[in-house]
C-alpha cells in the first residue's frame, strides 16, 4: 500500500483530471487584481509546471488552489476551483488537506525547534488511522529521503536548506495526499541538491501516484521533469503545452532560457523581452 490515497481508476476523460482552476481572478485587499483570468487542468498522477518570472502570479495561484489567500487579505472573486469533481475555493485549507490536496510552501517552511522526525509527525496530524500505519509511512518517507533518516533526531532549524525542503516535503507526504501543490522547491539550493530534489518527486509521482503542481522560476529544471507546461506573465497564462514543445520553442529559449536559435543571449539583449511579447502581439 502506498503512502498516497489510492484514487479510483476511471477511464471517462472528466475524471482523468485531478484538479481544474477555470477562470480565476484574485484580488488583494479588495483593490489589487493579481491574477486575470487564469485556466489551468492537471490530470490525475501528472506533473505539470508552473513557470514564469519572480512577481507573475505562482505563488498566488497556489495559494488559491489552497485556500490559503485569506490569511494575506486575498480572495478569489471570479471563477472556480474544482478538485476531484467538486468545487473547493471555498473550503478552509484544513479541508482541503483532508481531501487529498496539500501545499508545500516557498521557502522550505519547517518547525525550526522540531527534529526532522517531529516535523514529518505533524504532517499526519489530520489522520485518524493509528499510530502503526503512520509509523510505517514515516520508515517509507525514510526510504525516499535517506538523508532524512540519518538526521532523524537533527533540529530541523540546524539542518541544510536541502534537508529542510526534503523534510518539508516528506511532512506533505504524511498526509497521504493525492496532489501537492510545489512552490519553488529550487530557490537557493545548489544544483547538484536541486537534481536530487526533482528527481525524488519524480519517483514519488511513479511510485506513489501523487499528483503534483509544480511553480518554479528554474524553467529548465521544471520542463525537464514535467509533462506539461503553463507560462503566467503578470496574472494571466500567456503560453501552455507539453513539456517538450515549450522547452524546445523559440520564444521559451530565448525569454526563460537565456537561449535564441542557438546562442545564449546577454541580459542586455535579454531585456527587449517586454517589448516583444511575440506570443501575445
Not at 29 to 48: A, E, N, Q, R
Not at 92 to 118: A, D, I, Y
Not at 158 to 172: D, F, H, P, V, W
Not at 206 to 224: D, I, P
Amino acid at each position: 500500500m502506498s503512502i498516497a490515497a489510492q484514487s479510483d481508476p476511471t477511464p471517462s476523460s472528466a475524471t482523468d483530471i485531478i484538479l481544474s482552476v477555470n477562470n480565476i481572478e484574485v484580488i488583494y485587499d479588495h483593490v489589487i487584481l493579481v491574477l486575470k483570468g487564469v485556466s489551468l487542468d492537471v490530470p490525475k498522477g501528472g506533473i505539470v509546471a508552473l513557470l514564469g518570472a519572480n512577481g507573475a502570479g505562482k505563488t498566488t495561484t497556489l495559494k488559491a488552489i489552497s485556500n490559503l489567500l485569506h490569511s494575506e487579505r486575498g480572495e478569489v472573486t471570479k471563477g472556480a476551483i474544482v478538485f476531484e469533481g467538486q468545487e473547493v475555493q471555498n473550503l478552509s485549507p484544513n479541508q482541503l488537506v483532508k481531501r487529498g490536496c496539500v501545499q508545500v510552501m516557498e521557502g522550505r517552511h519547517c518547525f525550526g525547534h522540531l527534529t526532522v522526525e517531529e516535523n514529518l509527525l505533524t504532517g499526519a496530524f489530520t489522520r485518524r488511522d493509528g499510530k502503526a500505519a503512520i509509523k510505517a509511512d514515516i520508515e517509507r518517507i525514510y526510504d525516499y529521503f535517506p538523508r532524512l533518516k540519518e538526521r532523524r533526531d537533527a533540529v530541523a532549524g540546524y539542518t541544510s536548506g536541502g534537508e529542510q525542503q526534503m523534510c518539508a516535503i516528506g511532512r506533505a507526504m504524511m498526509a497521504r495526499p493525492k496532489m501537492i501543490l510545489l512552490d519553488e522547491p529550487s530557490m537557493g539550493l545548489a544544483p547538484q541538491i536541486v537534481e536530487e530534489i526533482f528527481g525524488i518527486v519524480q519517483s514519488l509521482n511513479e511510485k506513489e501516484g501523487v499528483s503534483f503542481l509544480l511553480a518554479e522560476q528554474n524553467t529548465n529544471m521544471a520542463l525537464k521533469f514535467a509533462r506539461y507546461g503553463y507560462i503566467l506573465e503578470n496574472g494571466r497564462v500567456v503560453m501552455d503545452g507539453d513539456a517538450r514543445s515549450l522547452a524546445e520553442n523559440e520564444d521559451v529559449k530565448e525569454f526563460y532560457l537565456g537561449i535564441a536559435e542557438g546562442k545564449r543571449k546577454s541580459f542586455r539583449e535579454g531585456k527587449h523581452y517586454k517589448r516583444r511579447k511575440r506570443w501575445l502581439a
